[in-house]
């Protein structure tokens, strides 16, 4: 008996991407655990990943290419080779190129997968669909309206080195829940907590996070701009902005300054719903702890004013002088910070013209309404839209479509799969070559494939190969290799990348991004036009927004007239147990996680006559879905909590995405789930209101 350890990460859509190390035992993966010697993951995953190899051997995997032999939605399928599966599918689109160009071609990826090779960071499948002139698929689901803000405010969207919060003494985790979504940063505010850190979660949720954090602020959703501005206003009261950074570091400070002494307490107060006492000791507490993080979730800035909230609350470090801490500043995503050549795997110049851009979050309005061209062919990989994606019934109405040809690509028959016409089986991540840095930390690491696929499972890159073949495609880029492909990946000579090469990084598993411990990333200024923190960005003024950094209120969630009729903001937070939609089918964490269940505070619920563990119907004009009430004040009163994650094969057919408009945010066209007013009502008391809620 001779076991093998093969190095690897965790490919999930998770901050952390830890790193780990597969036990292969006469071929098997037999065993899985974090690696020990890892600085910032150190050795432990998640409760979601701990079972990871068993998810791989699930009886409901998928083993073989199947064809559509029922209805659309019907979920019925019939076996067949690849070879038959892969011309279908290039037959299809050469049909859909004559017709219409390539254009009428949406490859529809999501983040099933983060991996620069088989994932959404290296836009995997992007060099087939440039030689097709597909439209061009723009990623806005998860982090975009937040990464935009930053932008004008920083130059860039990154921020601070997560490990730097260790030095810090006041850390704010603004709608962010890290022991549910990244548990390793609590461990490092747990080091900072041991040297005297005041830890606050800023919340319309008391998460598992608040629970054990030092103090709670629950504000209404979308406020969080408001907010900051009003802890601003107390910092100025204190005398305690840092003047002498402000004049070096700075532009647009005496503009941003009338724009925070306009959020005095009592209007701060009635524009979040936090008291005036709460909003004073916190400002006060920011002004005088130095250095002071913010921590930042996506979550934040999934409403009509999520930009603006990023923009601004990357100002707050700016006035007291902390960007130029260690252990100051602001934590949002560390993603760019991986200098690798993305390019050269994007090979965008194998483009022939320009083509179309089609939103992620804007499914159901591609495939209802764009018709020049119309879209014909839907290539769905990495992603579970039906659940996943905004206007969930509109969705349906789309893929239902008898002229739509749609592919999915997964590890398991997800509600998306179900209306496809072909359905192929994916590689799992312990099952193929990729390479993947983290949006929460500053290493990267390689994934070398421990076992040999199941069945006849093939890895995207493989699966693109052999369709560019089918389909006659001579571009010799389309048939590179996957070591090839990491090995252009790393050939950059950007300094994060100094001493990374293809065989030092496979050889060790990992390694941390050529950054010094304890870095501060603007010391030597910001990378925007004036070199400074913008609080007055003319690019912003430029691109339609307000030049000067503030609050953007919410859309929904702040019309009180839309509140008199839909009582209830809605906020789809992440479920523990789940990530995304992975592991919605796993028996064991659908057991953990329970039936889909809405929280209710108990003033709330008294008011419209709801008991706990009541079966209720969330529902708008745009669509419902039923769940069990919960009564818990873990949320604050006008707030209902669910979560997002459950299949709804399993759930009913609905889920809260019924309920979500199909709408952007202020900037780069991000989602608004948490954007999204409602009504809850006991089944028994519900009329036949389909119509008025959308089916």
Not at 544 to 559: F, I, L, Q, R
Request: with cysteine; proline share 6%.
């Amino acid at each position: 008996m001779n076991d093998t350890q093969v190095v690897g990460a965790c490919p999930l859509d998770c901050a952390d991407a830890c790193s780990w190390q597969v036990t292969v035992r006469d071929g098997e993966a037999v065993a899985l655990r974090g690696t020990p010697e890892h600085p910032y993951t150190r050795g432990t995953l998640c409760v979601k990943v701990n079972q990871f190899l068993e998810h791989t051997r699930a009886p409901d995997r998928l083993l073989h290419p199947l064809r559509r032999v029922g209805r659309k939605g019907e979920g019925r399928f019939e076996r067949i080779d690849w070879d038959s599966a892969l011309d279908e599918i290039a037959q299809r689109l050469k049909q859909t190129i004559d017709r219409h160009g390539g254009e009428a071609i949406w490859p529809y990826q999501g983040t099933g997968t983060l991996g620069f090779l088989q994932g959404l960071q290296g836009r995997a499948g992007s060099r087939l669909w440039n030689v097709l002139g597909a439209s061009r698929h723009d990623m806005t689901i998860c982090s975009i309206a937040g990464l935009v803000g930053l932008r004008y405010t920083l130059g860039v969207s990154t921020g601070i080195d997560p490990e730097s919060l260790e030095h810090s003494r006041l850390i704010l985790l603004w709608g962010s829940n890290p022991l549910t979504s990244r548990h390793h940063l609590w461990k490092v505010i747990q080091r900072a907590r041991k040297n005297g850190a005041h830890v606050v979660v800023i919340d319309p949720v008391r998460s598992r996070s608040a629970a054990q954090a030092d103090e709670h602020i629950a504000p209404l959703p979308g406020s969080d701009a408001a907010l900051a501005l009003g802890l601003l206003h107390v910092v100025l009261q204190e005398g305690a902005e840092d003047r002498e950074y402000l004049a070096a570091r700075t532009v647009g400070w005496a503009e941003f300054r009338q724009r925070v002494l306009a959020f005095d307490p009592v209007r701060t107060a009635r524009e979040t719903g936090v008291t005036e006492e709460e909003i004073v000791r916190l400002g006060r507490r920011v002004a005088r702890s130095r250095p002071t993080a913010v921590g930042v979730s996506q979550g934040i800035q999934r409403h009509a004013g999520g930009g603006a909230a990023l923009r601004t609350l990357a100002c707050l470090p700016a006035v007291t002088g902390d960007w130029q801490r260690p252990g100051g500043g602001l934590l949002y995503s560390t993603d760019g910070y991986f200098g690798a050549n993305r390019e050269a795997l994007y090979r965008d110049d194998l483009l022939r013209g320009p083509v179309r851009t089609l939103s992620m979050t804007r499914l159901a309005e591609g495939l209802l309404e764009a018709d020049d061209p119309p879209v014909e062919a839907l290539i769905v990989y990495g992603a579970n839209p039906l659940a996943s994606s905004p206007d969930q019934n509109r969705i349906r109405r789309g893929l239902a479509r008898d002229d739509l040809f749609t592919v999915v690509m997964d590890h398991f028959q997800t509600d998306t799969a179900d209306y496809a016409d072909i359905l192929l089986p994916a590689t799992m991540q312990t099952e193929h070559l990729d390479v993947h840095d983290g949006y929460g930390h500053l290493y990267v690491n390689w994934n070398e494939p421990a076992v040999a696929p199941p069945g006849e499972c093939l890895s995207t890159t493989e699966t693109f190969r052999r369709l560019a073949r089918a389909m006659g495609l001579t571009e010799p880029a389309l048939y590179a290799g996957d070591e090839e492909l990491a090995s252009e990946l790393l050939d950059s000579s950007h300094p994060s990348l100094a001493g990374i090469t293809v065989d030092t990084l496979r050889a060790k598993g990992w390694a941390r991004l050529a950054y010094p411990d304890g870095f501060v990333p603007f010391a030597d200024g910001f990378p925007t036009p004036s070199g400074k923190l913008e609080f007055v960005s003319e690019a912003a003024r430029a691109d339609g927004h307000d030049a000067v950094a503030g609050y953007v209120p919410a859309s929904e969630a702040d019309d009180a007239e839309r509140a008199r009729s839909l009582p209830l903001v809605l906020l789809s937070v992440a479920n523990h147990f789940f990530l995304n939609t992975v592991f919605g089918n796993k028996p064991e964490l659908r057991r953990r996680a329970g039936p889909p269940c809405v929280v209710l505070h108990p003033k709330d619920a008294a008011a419209h006559g709801i008991a706990d563990g009541e079966r209720v119907r969330i529902s708008n004009e745009r669509g419902a879905f039923e769940a069990l009430a919960r009564i818990d004040d873990v949320v604050r009163p006008g707030v209902a909590m669910t979560t997002k994650g459950h299949w709804l094969k399993f759930t009913g057919g609905s889920g809260p995405n019924a309920t979500v408009d199909e709408r952007d945010a202020d900037m780069g066209g991000g989602a608004v789930f948490h954007d999204n007013r409602v009504r809850i009502m006991p089944l028994d008391r519900c009329e036949d209101d389909s119509s008025e809620d959308g089916g």
